[in-house]
């Protein structure tokens, strides 16, 4: 397999990691009520703190993150596991360090993620800013999926143009869903490039350039469903993107929105491209519900 895209693959089968350890390791109320089972529960932290600083410390390692953030990461866990130790015998306190250290997610780190972190001109934020696992996985996820280099790196399955003569390209590797969203995807949408990545158990990741900026949506698979979550870097017109589905309804004030929805696979296909079409431009923004509509003096 290609490195590029095994270091994808793994991205996404440590991210799920991570994320089965902060849901597995929750405080359950009866530990409270017996030192055998209190002393089980400090170990499995322990044990959830080292399992963590592999699977993170393994992806800053295969997405060349700063050596600052790596050092931050590694100094962070070791203070974890020195604070563990002053509650291993105590639940009240090792709840806390679990809500605290574990699971804490502030609404400034999300709205700070949110307005830096984007394709094509988003700066990203330092890996320092976060102070929990939960916060240092929503950085280092939302960093990965939203840098265009890291598509450009993998191998090109398909590629076609729109009628504006931007590529549509798909990467990755070979499935089925990906093939048809690919094909499906309209090529009479003026946008500049699309990336579609295709890995395995149909997981789809793509970045559409100059529609809310460069929006990015992400395809999983549960059972029969498949759940298609999306980030808008800008919002050009209020009024079009708070009639999305699934959206995250925005104000005046919003600078960016994010949402989901699920569907079947039959559906997924002309979904996302209706989708796509939906999400508004630079050129909904001097019309009614736009971001310069009233600024121009348009309106009636």
């Known amino acids: 397999m290609d490195k590029n895209l095994d270091n994808m693959e793994k991205f996404f089968k440590y991210d799920m990691e991570v994320k089965n350890i902060l849901h ?32 993170i410390g393994t992806i800053l390692d295969k997405f060349d993150f700063l050596e600052s953030d790596k050092k931050y990461f590694k100094n962070l866990i070791s203070a974890y596991k020195d604070e563990l130790i002053k509650r291993r015998y105590d639940f009240n306190k090792l709840k806390h360090f679990y809500d605290i250290c574990f699971v804490n997610m502030r609404e400034d780190l999300v709205n700070k993620v ?24 929503h950085v280092v996820h939302q960093t990965i999926i939203n840098n265009k280099n890291n598509y450009r790196n993998l191998p090109v399955l398909a590629r076609k143009q729109n009628n504006e003569g931007n590529n549509i390209t798909l990467y990755g590797t070979q499935n089925e ?29 793509m ?3 100059d529609v809310g900026h460069a929006l990015s949506i992400e395809i999983e698979k549960e059972n029969d469903k498949y759940y298609v979550k999306y980030y808008i ?17 925005v104000t005046k004030e919003s600078i960016y929105t994010v949402g989901m929805f699920e569907t079947t696979a039959d559906k997924l296909p002309l979904e996302i491209a209706d989708f796509v079409l939906k999400v508004p431009t630079d050129m909904d923004m001097d019309i ?9 003096g348009i309106q009636k």
């Not at 597995?24 to 399992?51: G, H």
């Open 24 to 55: 597995s390791t929750y405080p359950k109320e009866e530990y409270r009520y017996s030192k055998e089972t209190l002393i089980e529960y400090s170990e499995s932290l322990f044990k959830a703190l080292s399992d963590i600083e592999y699977y």
């Open 114 to 137: 949110g307005e830096n972190c984007f394709g094509d001109g988003g700066w990203g934020v330092a890996l320092s800013e976060a102070k929990s696992l939960n916060e240092i996985l």
């Open 177 to 205: 869903i990906s093939n048809k969203i690919f094909l499906s995807f309209p090529e009479n949408l003026n946008t500049d490039y699309v990336e579609i990545i295709s890995l395995k158990d149909d997981k789809v990741i």
């Open 207 to 209: 970045m559409v350039r």
């Open 233 to 249: 870097p800008k919002i050009c017109n209020i009024n079009m993107v708070n009639n999305l589905k699934g959206v995250n309804k």
């Open 288 to 296: 009614e519900g736009g971001s310069l509509y009233k600024e121009e």
